[in-house]
């Protein structure tokens, strides 16, 4: 998941990017509206922008706004000050998803984070499951037929975001972005595959059926498909 984090405070920007990092999520950053503004434009697929409101250079109402302007839908958890009740409602009316108020349990800003980003993919529910594979975004637990499958950080979070897009084709270069918040060339398609191979391993161990699919030249798939005839191979 790709997330730009707004705020000029160096100590509240640091611990933002840090808890969320710990959830395995790609985090930019930003002190200015102005500079955030331009990394929104250059970037529309952030999954989600924490955007302080009093920041210098643009103010947050206006970067949102301006946001919002241009057709760029990343959700956006606006952060204010406690008694600044005006700000808030003209956030929400100028398209802010959500918001909260300083000071604030790092806990509630990460819980926050991760409903925003299941509405971004309308996913309600904290499990995601498909087929026999269960992803609980709230403490990163995966079970496969209700044992629990072990995952390394980088393995969860791309098991994730196949969860939070499943039944679509997710191309290599999505992933990359959604991985390291670049898109790179033939090298990183090439990190990704590793990845996607560690992964499936894990997922097929036990003679699951194949829930990873390929589609030649164009990414991957994460359904449940049906059984092929006796004899016959999955193509992917």
């Known amino acids: 998941m790709r997330v730009l984090v707004v705020e000029d405070y160096g100590p509240i920007r640091g611990a933002v ?13 930003s002190g200015d509206g102005t500079d955030a503004f331009q990394k929104v434009q250059a970037e529309p697929s952030y999954d989600l922008v924490i955007l302080d409101l009093m920041i210098p250079g643009m103010d947050g ?3 949102l706004k301006s946001m919002r302007a241009k057709g ?12 600044a009740v005006d700000s808030r409602v ?34 309600k529910s904290p499990v995601v499951e498909v087929g026999p594979l269960s992803v609980r975004t709230s403490d990163h ?14 393995e969860y979070t791309l098991l994730e975001y196949f969860a939070f897009r499943s039944g679509e084709l997710v191309s290599r270069d999505e992933l990359h972005t959604s991985l390291y918040g670049e898109v790179g060339g033939a090298a990183s398609s090439n990190v990704v595959d590793v990845y996607v191979g560690y992964l499936r391993k894990k997922l097929e161990a036990d003679g699951t059926p194949r ?3 390929t589609r ?4 991957y798939i994460l359904e449940l498909r049906e059984a092929a005839p006796d004899g016959a191979k999955d193509p992917s």
Do not use: C
């Not at 990017?17 to 950053?29: I, M």
């Not at 760029?72 to 008694?83: E, G, N, P, Q």
């Not at 637990?141 to 980088?154: N, W, Y």
């Open 17 to 29: 990017v840090t808890a969320l990092r710990d959830e395995g999520w790609s985090v930019d950053l």
């Open 216 to 219: 030649r030249g164009e990414g």
């Open 72 to 83: 760029i839908d990343s959700h956006v958890l606006i952060l204010t000050a406690r008694d």
């Open 90 to 123: 003209s956030a929400l009316d100028l398209g802010a998803d959500d918001y909260l108020s300083k000071p604030f349990a790092m806990e509630e800003l990460v819980a926050r984070s991760r409903a925003l980003l299941r509405r971004h993919y309308a996913k």
């Open 61 to 63: 109402l206006t970067v």
């Open 211 to 213: 829930l990873l699919h």
């Open 141 to 154: 637990r995966v079970m496969l037929h209700g044992a629990t499958i072990e995952l390394t950080a980088r």
